[in-house]
């Protein structure tokens, strides 16, 4: 008796088939992602989020008043850490670390 050999069905393309995560869930595989890059990126992301959070909340301030000159000069700090951080990950080919797809 011989043993005869049945090709495995082809598998189907099942692209976009799938449900979107929850959003718990994406943060925490987010939060993974960044655990385990370089500790140089790692760097980079977090003086990016800082930076951008500070940039906002001066942002907010203009909003409502005039900024003194000190918060003018904090503005444009947070604005060159953004840019600094941002440049880093572009190097390094991360831009996808702090920007929407």
Do not use: C, W
Not at 39 to 55: C, I, P
Not at 79 to 90: D, I, N, T, V
């Amino acid at each position: 008796m011989a043993t005869q050999i049945v090709p495995a069905p082809e598998r189907a393309d099942h692209q976009g088939d799938t449900a979107p995560l929850p959003p718990a869930a994406s943060a925490a595989l987010a939060r993974l992602e960044l655990a385990l890059l370089p500790l140089d990126l790692v760097r980079a992301v977090t003086r990016y989020k800082v930076a951008s959070a500070r940039t906002a909340e001066l942002s907010h301030l203009m909003d409502s008043r005039n900024l003194s000159g000190a918060e003018f000069n904090a503005l444009f700090d947070a604005q060159a850490a953004m840019a600094g951080a941002r440049a880093e990950l572009k190097d390094a080919g991360r831009l996808d670390l702090i920007e929407v797809a």
